[in-house]
């Protein structure tokens, strides 16, 4: 016997995942049958199909032409195999969170994830696998779980939903199982069941030679790797740099609103993987199909983060100005750049500089969402003495470079105005300002704090050239 008491498998199953790639999208209220086929078959054939499908009478392996004659309304929609793994390889990415020993089985969407120290920091088997469950069953998937101290035990257990303690006994507990829960062909376990086993436990106590001889090595290897007397190592997956998820949509949406329930799950779905990765994203892009073309919509957040409810924040905002302009049919949602993720832990008391970024981070990107990336800028300082020219517009996460004059205002109109000196009391000054001789903008001024009849504190200068005259600068506060 091997070793396999300090190891634990937890295996994730898929079984309707081809189903739920083309039904995720649809809400509790929706309720159109749906069949998954299989296109490339000369003579297609129904593979999967919803509850509301199977009312109809439709059931798996039917023809198709057998299945719209008893439902005339059934979506019938063809298998999309290169969808089917890369939603698997997301899936697997969010499960990445719990363990870092993850593989993967396309052929039986399966995720399997090897937790015996992951139990330390998360809990108990069955706790990971009911938050792994909850997880799926959000993103709209049917799963369902199993662990065990092999591979191929846990993949048997997941398929009767056990949790097998890692003892000696492996044998014992999966020994009740039926022999047609082995992962056999069915040449194979057609001569099993000829031969008259009918329970695992049967076929464990034959003799391997003997079994070898009748059912050849491939049958011996698979139930030794099952119990654990052989190796099964497994190939380990490591998650992609980027993130892209598309969901289809199985009646077209005419309004924003009713665009939150399929956007949510994208969002959901991303922000899963993004804790998987242990990243953050800055920027998300959109694409909304219709059938004349496509509508962009583009997020971005001032740093990096990966907060559900934030995210779908920003996209409600940025919804509730865009006029859909066709009937959307499929949403498609990429994060081009995962970046490193610095969790903010909040404090009792603020914390100053960084107290204040945090606190208005959120309005910045609330501000930006609904009046788009250009509307919401900052200001930062450039070495000019002349005050109209002493400042830019910065972005808004980008330093501001610029220091404050206690004798200078910080609100300077946009074009000096022209005054009346008299009507002003001087209060300080003059302050000259004599420069720009090198970019034909020379000027030559003496600024003075002066107090109208209001009482307000203004800021005026006396220009000699190239405009002479007395005008108003700017205000202060």
Known sequence: MLKTESMLWLAVQLPHLALDLCTRGQSRGQQQPVAVIDGDSPKPRVLDCTAGAARHG???NMPTGAALALAADVLMVPRD?????????????????????????????????????????????NRIAQELQQLF??????????????????????THGLDITPTDSLGAQIGHLPVSSLDLDARQAQALASMGFRS??????????????????????????????RPDPRHPWHPPDDFSSTLQLTEEVSSSPALL??????????????????????????????????????????????????????????????????PIQRITLQAPQMLPFDAHQAGLLPDGDGHELSTISPLLDRLQARLGQDAVVGLCGVADHRPERSWSFRRPEQPADCTALPHRPTWLLSQ???????????????????????????CRRD???????????????????????????????
């Open 58 to 60: 439709i059931t798996p």
């Open 81 to 125: 195999i290169r969808a089917e793994q890369a939603a698997l390889e997301r899936l697997a990415t969010c499960c990445y969170r719990y363990s870092s020993q993850v593989s993967l089985c396309h052929t039986t969407a399966e995720i399997l994830l090897e937790i015996s120290r992951s139990q330390r920091l998360f809990g108990s088997t």
């Open 137 to 158: 069953r959000a993103l709209g998937y049917h799963v369902r779980t199993g662990s065990a101290p092999t591979p191929e035990a846990a993949r048997l257990a997941a």
């Open 200 to 229: 695992i436990r049967e076929v464990l106590r034959l003799p391997r030679k003997a079994l070898a001889r009748r059912q050849g090595m491939r049958v011996v290897n698979y139930l030794e790797r099952l119990i654990g007397t």
């Open 261 to 326: 329930f399929p956007l949510r799950r994208l969002v959901t779905e991303l922000c899963s993987v993004l804790r998987g990765r242990d990243c953050g994203i800055q920027q998300l892009n959109f694409e909304l199909l219709h059938d004349q073309g496509s509508l962009h919509i583009q997020l971005g957040m001032q740093h990096p983060g990966r907060d559900e409810d934030r995210i779908l924040m920003l996209l409600r905002e940025r919804l509730e100005r865009t006029r859909l302009p066709r």
């Open 416 to 442: 000096p105005q022209p005054c009346q000196i008299d009507d002003y009391q001087l209060l300080a000054g003059p302050e000259r300002i004599e420069t720009g001789w090198w970019d034909g903008q020379d």
């Open 447 to 477: 600024y003075f704090i002066a107090r109208d009849t209001g009482g307000q504190l203004l800021w005026a200068f006396r220009e000699y050239k190239p405009h002479p005259g007395w005008y108003l600068q700017g205000f202060f506060a």
